[in-house]
């Protein structure tokens, strides 16, 4: 796992003169709200049953459930979601009658406030650094009454964080969700 320090130099470049602190204070925002957008960060989770039908889920600790992805059975077969289960607002699922061992995709995000020595993944912060170093720019170039303040210079990174995360987000629905946007059978007329 990685560390947001790792990518100071690169905020730096985009954003200099502010104190370090405040510097991994926007980066840890930045992933953050990276993570919110993109849903990139999941886990799957082999979960079994209760005798109410719920399904309790533990993601990465100092995280939450962000969006339940799909929940299959165990030979991989998917699930439908309102016929076979159901989630709640809280992304709490439970589970209708005949399933009992279940494999939940979900998608975290992690917990405020951030520990500044937290480890973060690594696979995000290799793909994209310079989208998540542009987001918490642009959120230091938003700030009133500093010396770096630009709001011209916010809105241009902040484009360039948006385009990350939204690259992000398809790359995770083409590699997960690809049966979620199967072309629909064709219908035989009589």
Not at 37 to 61: C, F, H, I
Not at 89 to 111: A, H, M, Q
Not at 146 to 166: E, M, N, V
């Amino acid at each position: 796992m990685a560390q947001l320090i790792e990518l100071l130099p690169l905020l730096r470049e985009k954003c200099s003169g502010m104190l370090e602190q405040q510097s991994i204070d926007q980066l840890k925002k930045a992933y953050r709200n990276f993570c919110l957008e993109s849903g990139y960060v999941q886990e799957t989770e082999a979960v079994k049953r209760a005798l109410d039908g719920s399904v309790e889920l533990s993601p990465m600790y100092d995280h939450f459930i962000h969006e339940i992805h799909g929940v299959d059975d165990l030979n991989g077969k998917e699930l439908t979601k309102g016929v076979d289960y159901k989630v709640n607002s809280r992304n709490e699922i439970t589970l209708i009658e005949g399933f009992n061992d279940v494999e939940v995709t979900y998608s975290i995000v992690p917990v405020l406030p951030m520990d500044d020595g937290m480890e973060v993944n690594d696979e995000l912060l290799r793909r994209w650094p310079d989208e998540i170093a542009a987001g918490a720019a642009a959120l230091l170039r938003i700030m009133p009454n500093q010396t770096w303040t630009d709001a011209s210079l916010s809105q241009f990174y902040q484009k360039d964080f948006i385009k990350g995360h939204r690259e992000a987000y398809r790359i995770r629905v083409a590699a997960n969700d690809e049966r979620q946007f199967q072309p629909q059978s064709k219908r035989v007329f009589y």
